[in-house]
Antibody
Framework: EVQLVQSGAEVRKPGESLKISCKGS????????IGWVRQMPGKGLEWMGI????????RYSPSFQGQVTISADKSISTAYLQWSSLKASDTAMYYC????????????????WGRGTLVTVSS | QSVLTQPPSVSAAPGQNVTISCSGS????????VSWYQQLPGTAPKLLIY???KRPSGIPGRFSGSKSGTSATLGITGLQTGDEADYYC??????????FGGGTKLTVL
């Protein structure tokens, strides 16, 4: 079974750093892009960025470029999302998701999704 | 402000049918495929439709998708109380970055 297992909920103070993780299993981790998606309380899905663990090629949404860092350690099939200085506005649920694709049509989609990591930033 | 436009909410009675629209542009839906995701309360999004109209294994045939031009539609027939959820459409833009709709809350009355 293809699975993405995310690290547990975190509570931090503004200005602190944080790194959350997403461990893949049940498939060849280095062959699929992993994306990160933010969902603020009561709001919709926002794409943050994506990484190809095979060569660590990383793309960021312009909205999140410079605000977060996405990385991966293929030796342990794990992708990461990190902040160097959190803000209260970073309080949200963060999902990782595997980007699957149809080689015939060129279509891409996200499946499966991790269960999410709730990040709370409060003084 | 989401790139793709969905109605904030739709509602219908159990057993009825409902459709959810997703409007985009030639920069996204018009030249790319559409996927749909279901987010049940308190859970992660789950793939419902890909390739505009294909269902992953395990997704009931009551769920269907279609695309025409720069718009897409999710259809749900024979509504059940368990279908109450937020539904999101997704596609890709001209830079091959993913874009999502703002989500539609489905209430089964």
């Amino acid at each position: 079974e293809v699975q993405l297992v995310q690290s547990g909920a975190e509570v931090r103070k503004p200005g602190e750093s944080l790194k959350i993780s997403c461990k893949g299993s049940g498939y060849i981790f280095t062959s699929y892009w992993i994306g990160w998606v933010r969902q603020m309380p009561g709001k919709g899905l926002e794409w943050m960025g994506i990484i190809y663990p095979g060569d660590s090629d990383t793309r960021y949404s312009p909205s999140f470029q410079g605000q977060v860092t996405i990385s991966a350690d293929k030796s342990i099939s794990t992708a990461y999302l990190q902040w160097s200085s959190l803000k209260a506005s970073d309080t949200a649920m963060y999902y990782c998701a595997r980007r699957d694709n149809d080689v015939l049509t060129g279509d891409k989609w996200f499946d499966p999704w991790g269960r999410g990591t709730l990040v709370t930033v409060s003084s | 402000q989401s790139v793709l436009t969905q109605p904030p909410s739709v509602s219908a009675a159990p057993g009825q049918n409902v459709t959810i629209s997703c409007s985009g542009s030639s920069s996204n839906i018009g030249n790319n495929y559409v996927s749909w995701y279901q987010q049940l309360p308190g859970t992660a999004p789950k793939l419902l439709i890909y390739d505009n109209n294909k269902r992953p294994s395990g997704i009931p045939g009551r769920f269907s998708g279609s695309k025409s031009g720069t718009s897409a539609t999710l259809g749900i027939t024979g509504l059940q109380t368990g279908d109450e959820a937020d539904y999101y459409c997704g596609s890709w833009d001209s830079t091959l970055s993913p874009v999502f709709g703002g989500g539609t809350k489905l209430t089964v009355l």
